[in-house]
């Protein structure tokens, strides 16, 4: 079933623009396609190198081109709960490789930060910019050039972007993303932002807050929110990175290790040593990022992604923009309610039918291309399915429902929670931003208040807590771009200016950083655009003019006479603190290059 008329009409506006990229990066994955088993090519001495650590029969096995050898690029470290139980998977994915006639090898591992450690602290100034590392790192790792397929092992905020830029790099090789998959539930995301509250108003101590977050970020797995880390599960399943129902089974679980060792077999299979030869460059086209834009919109995925996503696709030659996003959000229905879109978190949403029911959901509507590539095969419509452990210990896939287990969790394409998608981008006289209007009330979708001015998150936090944020307003946090200071995530103010609102001040959010997926309840216009440091307009606002934001008409103005307002010299910052401490001196280069937020922030292209 071909998609929507709307979405193909977008979806050949973005093969058209994309040609001069997307047909050179073809060339050279067919021209890399075209050398055969890449480890034919090394000498004695580099193989001998690359499979010391082998046994005889592995080594026997490599020194031919017969036998698939898969590489294994791992993100474990055990700061991220997420990541900590990748620490076992690559025994478990040799055995599988084993059991496959094959052999796997750990081909190299990449950086992982926690933006939860790091959140309102100065090692946040390098996450995002650890994105490109990642992908440089696996790149480091991949150029061994043994391998002729690779699993990816990464789930958080900037890794799973970082590694599909590395795959599609690599696009010659076939690519399946391994998850491990969400924590159990602890206590709900709305109580322990509530406890936040009662904490930054004095009304609880240091003890209640942090039984409270413990009891929320309690044991391995993906945090039960729906942020960046799992709107990055949502998206390889639904760009067909993933095995068809792999995003959201709890680690740990035996279903969890049959879908690690079934992917770790099913990449094997797809080598062009087989017969389903499916190298990741020419899996994924236009349609699948398109795809992708889609189950963001449907899901109200992470504002992060209007700049990862970007950056993915452009690795592969495509060239996605907020102007593509924006328009795919006004055809897309909000079909998910999971915090901070709503109460429920990742295990309700799978228990109530998940990504299987999603993807069918929006098959039977249009919304997505079926005829796409993915690892399991051809068409989208093989990950209408839900997951279960069969008899034998492997994995078998039922029919995903035809009506949702829970309404107020999944919703159908006949009944939305909203008609639109939960990103909007916006555009005025301070340039382009993008707005998370699945998680505001519409009541909030449009605001007109006076501006105070910050040129840091702790100047604000400090405003509040000497009383000073009186009536209603818009923070405008500026020099936050990646340029400024690496575009650090603002979360932590999602407490203050929630606490405000709560109290029945309008308030709203307008910066050139960026927020959390978690983020959510207050409006916030992020990823402004030209950011304050490159001399965008956001540099000229002063205390007290009046600023619209208007996410309904996708607008966002400074309502001062535009002659006297573009006459003002623009503010200046010192952002000397920035560049040193925290590893933040080892990034000069980075904030030096980045391209700006539209373009996906990104230090890899031009
Ligand atoms: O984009 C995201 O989803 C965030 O980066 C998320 O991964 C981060 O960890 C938040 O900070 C968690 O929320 P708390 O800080 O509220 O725990
Ligand atoms: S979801 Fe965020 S807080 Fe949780 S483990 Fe991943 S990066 Fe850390």
């Given at each position: 079933m071909s998609a929507d008329a709307r979405i193909e009409a977008i979806t050949a506006r973005i093969v058209e623009r994309s040609k001069p990229f997307r047909e050179p990066y073809l060339d050279r994955v067919r021209a890399a396609v075209s050398k055969?088993?890449?480890?034919?090519?090394?000498?004695c001495g580099n193989l001998a190198h690359g499979f010391a650590v082998c046994s005889p029969a592995e080594k026997t096995a490599l020194a031919g081109d017969r036998v698939p050898n898969l590489g294994i690029i791992t993100s474990y470290n055990d700061m991220l709960s997420a990541h900590q139980?990748?620490?076992?998977y690559p025994a478990l994915i040799r055995q599988a490789a084993h059991e496959a006639g094959g052999v796997a090898q750990v081909a190299g591992g990449v950086p992982a930060m926690c933006d939860g450690v790091t959140q309102?602290?100065?090692?946040?100034?390098?996450s995002l910019f650890s994105r490109d590392l990642i992908a440089m790192a696996a790149g480091v790792g991949l150029s061994?050039?043994?391998?002729d397929a690779i699993v990816y092992l990464g789930v958080c905020d900037k890794i799973v972007p970082g590694l599909t830029i590395a795959a599609l790099t690599f696009g010659h090789l076939p690519a399946v993303f391994i998850p491990a998959g969400p924590m159990t539930s602890g206590l709900p995301n709305d109580e322990k932002a509530r406890v936040r509250q009662l904490f930054a108003e004095g009304k609880v101590g240091r003890d209640e807050l942090l039984d409270a977050e413990s009891k929320s970020y309690?044991?391995?797995?993906?945090?039960?929110?729906?942020?960046t880390a799992n709107s990055n599960q949502m998206l390889m399943e639904i760009m067909g990175f993933?095995?068809?129902?792999?995003?959201?089974v709890n680690p740990g679980t035996p279903l969890r290790d049959a879908l690690t060792k079934e992917a770790s077999k099913r990449a094997l299979a797809i080598t062009?040593?087989?017969?389903e030869f499916t190298p990741a460059g020419e899996m994924i086209d236009e349609r699948s990022i398109v795809n992708g834009v889609v189950g963001l919109h449907a899901t109200g995925g992470s504002t992060n992604h209007t700049m990862h996503l970007i950056a993915m696709a452009r690795a592969a030659g495509i060239v996605l923009t907020w102007q593509d996003i924006s328009e795919l959000s006004d055809i897309v229905p909000l079909l998910a309610r999971v915090y901070?879109?709503?109460?429920?978190d990742v295990n309700h949403f799978h228990a109530a039918g998940g990504m299987g029911f999603l993807i069918k959901e929006l098959l039977k509507a249009g919304?997505?291309?079926?005829?796409v590539r993915t690892v399991y095969g051809q068409?989208?419509?093989?990950?209408?399915i839900e997951p279960r452990l069969g008899g034998d210990g492997n994995v078998r896939r039922e029919p995903a429902p035809?009506?949702?287990?829970d309404p107020k969790v999944l919703a159908s394409t006949e009944h939305p929670?909203?008609?639109?998608?939960?990103l909007k981008m916006l555009s005025g006289n301070l340039g382009k931003a993008v707005i998370?209007?699945?998680?505001?009330k519409p009541e909030r979708h449009v605001i007109e208040a006076p501006a105070k001015v910050f040129h840091d998150q702790a100047e604000l936090n400090a405003a509040f807590k000497a009383g000073?944020?009186?009536?209603?307003f818009i923070a405008v946090v500026r020099f936050q771009g990646p340029k400024a200071n690496?575009?650090?995530?603002?979360?932590?103010l999602t407490t203050v200016l929630g606490i405000l609102q709560d109290r029945g001040q309008t308030v709203a959010l307008l910066t050139d950083g960026r927020m959390s997926g978690?983020?959510?309840?207050v409006p916030a216009a992020i990823?402004?655009?030209?950011e304050a440091i490159d001399g965008?307009?956001?540099?000229?606002i002063r205390d007290g003019d009046l600023i619209r934001l208007d996410a309904v008409k996708g607008t966002i103005d400074v309502l001062e006479d535009a002659a006297a307002f573009a006459a003002r010299p623009p503010a200046t910052a010192d952002l000397s603190a920035n560049e040193f401490g925290m590893g933040r001196e080892l990034f000069a280069s980075f904030r030096a290059i980045a391209g700006p937020a539209d373009q996906g922030a990104s230090v890899l292209f031009a």
């Amino acid at each position: 079933m071909s998609a929507d008329a709307r979405i193909e009409a977008i979806t050949a506006r973005i093969v058209e623009r994309s040609k001069p990229f997307r047909e050179p990066y073809l060339d050279r994955v067919r021209a890399a396609v075209s050398k055969g088993v890449h480890r034919s090519v090394l000498g004695c001495g580099n193989l001998a190198h690359g499979f010391a650590v082998c046994s005889p029969a592995e080594k026997t096995a490599l020194a031919g081109d017969r036998v698939p050898n898969l590489g294994i690029i791992t993100s474990y470290n055990d700061m991220l709960s997420a990541h900590q139980p990748f620490e076992t998977y690559p025994a478990l994915i040799r055995q599988a490789a084993h059991e496959a006639g094959g052999v796997a090898q750990v081909a190299g591992g990449v950086p992982a930060m926690c933006d939860g450690v790091t959140q309102g602290q100065p090692g946040m100034e390098l996450s995002l910019f650890s994105r490109d590392l990642i992908a440089m790192a696996a790149g480091v790792g991949l150029s061994h050039n043994m391998f002729d397929a690779i699993v990816y092992l990464g789930v958080c905020d900037k890794i799973v972007p970082g590694l599909t830029i590395a795959a599609l790099t690599f696009g010659h090789l076939p690519a399946v993303f391994i998850p491990a998959g969400p924590m159990t539930s602890g206590l709900p995301n709305d109580e322990k932002a509530r406890v936040r509250q009662l904490f930054a108003e004095g009304k609880v101590g240091r003890d209640e807050l942090l039984d409270a977050e413990s009891k929320s970020y309690h044991g391995p797995g993906t945090c039960t929110f729906y942020g960046t880390a799992n709107s990055n599960q949502m998206l390889m399943e639904i760009m067909g990175f993933h095995m068809p129902g792999a995003s959201f089974v709890n680690p740990g679980t035996p279903l969890r290790d049959a879908l690690t060792k079934e992917a770790s077999k099913r990449a094997l299979a797809i080598t062009a040593q087989g017969n389903e030869f499916t190298p990741a460059g020419e899996m994924i086209d236009e349609r699948s990022i398109v795809n992708g834009v889609v189950g963001l919109h449907a899901t109200g995925g992470s504002t992060n992604h209007t700049m990862h996503l970007i950056a993915m696709a452009r690795a592969a030659g495509i060239v996605l923009t907020w102007q593509d996003i924006s328009e795919l959000s006004d055809i897309v229905p909000l079909l998910a309610r999971v915090y901070p879109n709503g109460l429920a978190d990742v295990n309700h949403f799978h228990a109530a039918g998940g990504m299987g029911f999603l993807i069918k959901e929006l098959l039977k509507a249009g919304y997505l291309h079926d005829d796409v590539r993915t690892v399991y095969g051809q068409g989208l419509n093989a990950y209408t399915i839900e997951p279960r452990l069969g008899g034998d210990g492997n994995v078998r896939r039922e029919p995903a429902p035809h009506v949702s287990h829970d309404p107020k969790v999944l919703a159908s394409t006949e009944h939305p929670f909203q008609h639109t998608g939960g990103l909007k981008m916006l555009s005025g006289n301070l340039g382009k931003a993008v707005i998370k209007t699945s998680a505001v009330k519409p009541e909030r979708h449009v605001i007109e208040a006076p501006a105070k001015v910050f040129h840091d998150q702790a100047e604000l936090n400090a405003a509040f807590k000497a009383g000073e944020l009186k009536g209603d307003f818009i923070a405008v946090v500026r020099f936050q771009g990646p340029k400024a200071n690496g575009m650090p995530e603002l979360h932590k103010l999602t407490t203050v200016l929630g606490i405000l609102q709560d109290r029945g001040q309008t308030v709203a959010l307008l910066t050139d950083g960026r927020m959390s997926g978690a983020s959510g309840k207050v409006p916030a216009a992020i990823h402004v655009t030209p950011e304050a440091i490159d001399g965008g307009p956001i540099a000229r606002i002063r205390d007290g003019d009046l600023i619209r934001l208007d996410a309904v008409k996708g607008t966002i103005d400074v309502l001062e006479d535009a002659a006297a307002f573009a006459a003002r010299p623009p503010a200046t910052a010192d952002l000397s603190a920035n560049e040193f401490g925290m590893g933040r001196e080892l990034f000069a280069s980075f904030r030096a290059i980045a391209g700006p937020a539209d373009q996906g922030a990104s230090v890899l292209f031009a």
